[in-house]
């Protein structure tokens, strides 16, 4: 008794499929790389080089879907099994790619640095929402052309968690495969207890460009996961309507599906995205808009029907501080993706379009995310018979506190949320000073950061981790690494 939500018809389906089909046949797909050119050419695609397009038919596609898995594991840094990407299997993680941080005490937007991001992992490892971490935000202190291994380096140092990260040139993804190769024992061992899985996009409308098509080709070699993240815009990316949008998303994720899969068949690949709708009144792209959690969920359904592993960005707040609006956004959309069965629903964490990023957030989010994951539990069943027995002896009374039932079900019927969450009385709640939320986020960020211990079990690795990222920092211009704390 799992609740489902669905948003398409079969017949709808099927037609966004057809469409999307039509698509990669007529304009076709702009592939900006030649060897993905070359690829989709020997397999029967056919290439007008001239101008990059190529046009895909429809019998490649079907043929190349049958070879991308319907499911794999990520494993944490131990080598254990932790996220499911597949079926109905639904987890979270934070945001990533933040520019900014929100100061707690003057709720001003900051430029990010070293130790914001270290901030924002501790937590995010610390709390058992979070079944992965992220490379949550930029360092503005570190080179470009290191930045995006440069992150992945603190979420190896300081969480255990799998990783949703990403690379931000073609020349830095290899590298940050043997960074978690390092811990793993080597690249054979990462591509069969994969930790990390990698975002991947397409530029819209329908063009696969040269980093992201080789971005593709180099993730399906080495075995590791890709994340295909299409970002269909409705009404400025993409066409203004939400089907229409999707029809997009499937005809951008098919080629690069094709591409990724013909690089080498059976690798692991993830039917994901980052869409939004176009606000005409404000020239903005609103994450937190509830059309752009149906694209999402529309887009999902879509994947699954094809047997694709899914992950979306849901859980963010286009709000600039923690309040009732991003409260309102973030909870609803996070149990959409919930409800939707998406594998991986990034975003929590977030505000501002995704440019900002409070640890005190992702704190509230969790418990958002707590009520989600309860929610798609669904209702079970504990006890047989459902009710009646525990009538016997009642004489109308309402006793249950006594049942040895209410004892041992309790904290199994209900989710039970810290102390960010009030359900005290208003005379507790005064007494403690009439907190709102957000003050009491402050107060359980800073717990968990005071409890926060490093991991202390790849002192080796570590080792060899750390030689590597300051070689390729005095490559970049660096001298020494940022300071890090213990």
Same mark, same amino acid.
């Given at each position: ?318 709000? /600039?501080?923690?309040?009732?609006? =991003?409260?309102? !956004?973030?909870?609803?959309? *996070? %149990?959409?993706? #919930? @409800? +939707? ?88 709640w005064l007494d403690s000073g009439g907190p709102d939320a957000f ?13 926060? /211990?490093?991991?202390?079990?790849? =002192?080796?690795? !570590?080792?060899?981790?750390? *030689? %590597?990222?300051? #070689? @390729? +920092? ?13």
């Amino acid at each position: 008794m799992q609740p489902k939500l669905q948003l398409l018809s079969p017949e709808i389906v099927q037609r966004i499929l057809d469409e999307a089909f039509q698509l990669l046949m007529e304009p076709g797909i702009k592939v900006q790389l030649p060897e993905a050119r070359k690829l989709l050419a020997e397999a029967g695609a056919r290439v007008d080089e001239a101008d990059e397009v190529v046009h895909i038919p429809e019998s490649l596609v079907r043929e190349m879907l049958k070879t991308v898995p319907r499911e794999f594991t990520l494993y944490n840094r131990a080598g254990e099994p932790t996220v499911h990407y597949g079926g109905d299997d639904v987890h979270f993680d934070p945001g990533s790619s933040g520019v900014h941080i929100l100061d707690p005490e003057t709720l001003e937007h900051k430029t990010s640095y070293t130790p914001d991001l270290i901030r924002v992992l501790k937590v995010a490892e610390s709390l058992p929402q979070y079944d992965a971490v992220s490379t949550s935000i930029v360092c503005n202190e570190i080179p470009k052309e290191i930045g995006d291994l440069y992150r992945l380096y603190l979420v190896l140092l300081y969480t255990t968690k799998p990783v949703v990260t990403g690379a931000f040139s073609v020349k830095t993804t290899p590298i940050m495969i043997d960074m978690l190769a390092i811990y793993a024992g080597g690249r054979e061992a990462l591509k069969q207890k994969p930790q990390a899985v990698f975002d991947v996009c397409p530029t819209p409308p329908l063009i696969w460009s040269h980093f992201g098509a080789q971005n593709l080709i180099d993730l399906a070699r080495a075995g590791v996961p890709a994340e295909m993240i299409s970002m269909p815009l409705a009404g400025a990316g993409s066409p203004v309507t939400i089907l229409g949008s999707v029809v997009q998303h499937a005809a951008e994720s098919l080629s690069g599906m094709v591409i990724h899969q013909l690089a080498q068949p059976g690798a692991p690949l993830v039917w994901g995205g980052a869409p939004a709708i176009f606000d005409m009144r404000q020239g903005t792209t609103p994450m937190g808009a509830i059309e752009t959690a149906m694209i999402d969920a529309a887009y999902a359904q879509v994947g699954k029907s094809l047997g694709f592993p899914t992950h979306t960005y849901l859980g963010a707040s286009d709000g /600039k501080v923690v309040d009732y609006q =991003a409260g309102l !956004e973030s909870g609803v959309s *996070a %149990m959409i993706g #919930a @409800l +939707a069965g998406i594998n991986m629903i990034s975003g929590a964490g977030m505000l501002d379009f995704l440019a900002c990023i409070s640890p005190e957030k992702l704190v509230l989010d969790a418990e958002a995310i707590g009520m989600a994951k309860r929610m798609v539990r669904g209702v079970e069943v504990h006890t047989d018979p459902l009710a009646t027995a525990m009538f016997a002896g009642m004489g109308f009374k309402a006793d249950f506190l006594k049942l040895a039932e209410t004892r041992r079900l309790f904290s199994k019927e209900q989710y039970l949320p810290s102390a960010v969450i009030d359900r005290a009385s208003i005379r507790s709640w005064l007494d403690s000073g009439g907190p709102d939320a957000f003050a009491r986020a402050k107060i359980r960020t800073q717990q968990l950061l005071a409890a926060y /211990k490093r991991p202390a079990a790849w =002192a080796e690795q !570590e080792k060899e981790l750390v *030689a %590597m990222v300051k #070689a @390729l +920092a005095k490559s970049a211009g660096m001298e020494t690494l940022p300071s890090l704390d213990d």
